[in-house]
């Protein structure tokens, strides 16, 4: 399927005042973030449980847009308690959080079909999707975080989601001008195309090494995070973190709205901003595992 010409051009050259804005969200929010990760502990659990917490709240308006209606009260306790869990063991004994999470969605949607909700049953699965969508994904923020090195491991695997989706942009940007640009999702998002999609890799790849040489220089804190397994993160991260960008497109684009919020003016809300993020995260946690036992650790 191929773009109408106005919309493939628009799609290959987006207005040269985007990446300014980009730069300048990115230069107030990466080091208010990397502040976040540094301090750790307890503080760092319930500023990532509130920031996904946010997003649960933008998760259920969306989905209202298109008549559903999932528990929104539901959503925000069991997205927060789900991330919370990961520092805070108590509030999951023998892993009873999620059983008992689903038997509250059970009931809250059997009584509200019973008071004339016309879907309850979808109502139900989306319920569902938005507590362990974000919840569980989400909760990997704090797992990574409290890994031995994990906060070296942590940043590596954000900046380099950070710099593949700005290598994402100039690559889209660059070729999309020269070649007639090949949109990966036409429905989903028309201004991401494959071109952008290679600078992406591309540019999670390098980042992710160069966050390892430079992890190195200091000293050596990072432990197994080195330029080849740092590389290696980039290079997942980059490939596979532009598909968490594109679900929430598909939530908007059912939903018919721009943006899941208004967090930050013209840029979106908090779902808009860890879409990629719930990705790249659980990646980079269970990447360290497998760099740990290969490694005999």
Same mark, same amino acid.
């Given at each position: 399927?191929?773009?109408? $010409?106005?919309?493939?051009?628009?799609?290959?050259?987006?207005?040269?005042?985007?990446?300014?804005?980009?730069?300048?969200?990115?230069?107030?929010?990466?080091p208010a973030a990397?502040?976040?990760?540094?301090?750790?502990?307890?503080?760092?659990?319930?500023?990532?449980?509130?920031?996904?917490?946010?997003?649960?709240?933008? !998760?259920?308006?969306?989905?209202?847009?298109?008549? !559903?209606?999932?528990?929104?009260?539901?959503?925000? $306790?069991?997205?927060?308690?789900?991330?919370?869990?990961?520092?805070?063991?108590?509030?999951?004994?023998?892993?009873?959080?999620?059983?008992?999470?689903?038997?509250?969605?059970?009931?809250?949607?059997?009584?509200?079909?019973?008071?004339?909700?016309?879907?309850?049953?979808?109502?139900?699965?989306?319920?569902?999707?938005?507590?362990?969508?974000?919840?569980?994904?989400?909760?990997?923020?704090?797992?990574?975080?409290?890994?031995? $090195?994990?906060?070296?491991?942590?940043?590596?695997?954000?900046?380099?989601?950070?710099?593949?989706?700005?290598? $994402? !942009?100039?690559?889209? +940007?660059?070729?999309?001008?020269?070649?007639?640009?090949?949109?990966?999702?036409? +429905?989903?998002?028309?201004?991401?195309?494959?071109?952008? !999609?290679?600078?992406?890799?591309?540019?999670?790849?390098?980042?992710?090494?160069?966050?390892?040489?430079?992890?190195?220089?200091?000293?050596?804190?990072?432990?197994?995070?080195?330029?080849?397994?740092?590389?290696?993160?980039?290079?997942?991260?980059?490939?596979?973190?532009?598909?968490?960008?594109?679900?929430?497109?598909?939530?908007?684009?059912q939903s018919g709205?721009?943006?899941?919020?208004?967090?930050?003016?013209?840029?979106?809300?908090?779902?808009?901003?860890?879409?990629?993020?719930?990705?790249?995260v659980p990646l980079?946690?269970?990447?360290?595992?497998?760099?740990?036992?290969?490694?005999?650790?």
């Amino acid at each position: 399927m191929r773009l109408p $010409a106005t919309e493939a051009r628009s799609a290959a050259a987006p207005p040269s005042g985007d990446l300014f804005d980009r730069l300048a969200v990115s230069i107030v929010l990466i080091p208010a973030a990397l502040l976040v990760i540094d301090i750790g502990g307890w503080p760092y659990a319930l500023i990532v449980a509130a920031l996904l917490g946010v997003a649960g709240r933008e !998760y259920t308006r969306l989905f209202a847009h298109t008549h !559903y209606r999932p528990a929104k009260p539901l959503v925000l $306790a069991g997205v927060a308690l789900l991330a919370l869990s990961a520092h805070f063991s108590a509030l999951s004994p023998a892993h009873l959080l999620p059983a008992l999470l689903i038997a509250a969605a059970l009931i809250w949607h059997l009584v509200d079909y019973e008071r004339g909700a016309p879907a309850s049953g979808t109502d139900f699965v989306v319920t569902l999707g938005g507590i362990f969508y974000l919840g569980w994904l989400g909760r990997y923020f704090i797992l990574l975080r409290a890994e031995p $090195a994990g906060l070296w491991w942590l940043v590596a695997a954000l900046t380099s989601m950070w710099l593949a989706d700005t290598g $994402a !942009y100039l690559f889209g +940007r660059l070729f999309g001008r020269r070649l007639i640009p090949r949109p990966m999702a036409p +429905r989903l998002s028309p201004r991401k195309t494959w071109e952008g !999609y290679a600078g992406s890799v591309l540019w999670g790849g390098l980042a992710g090494a160069g966050l390892g040489v430079l992890w190195g220089l200091g000293a050596g804190p990072a432990g197994l995070l080195t330029w080849q397994t740092g590389g290696v993160l980039g290079l997942l991260v980059g490939a596979l973190g532009p598909f968490g960008d594109l679900g929430v497109s598909m939530i908007k684009r059912q939903s018919g709205v721009k943006d899941a919020g208004a967090l930050i003016a013209g840029h979106g809300g908090a779902l808009d901003r860890i879409d990629s993020w719930l990705v790249a995260v659980p990646l980079g946690y269970y990447f360290l595992l497998l760099v740990r036992a290969l490694a005999g650790g």
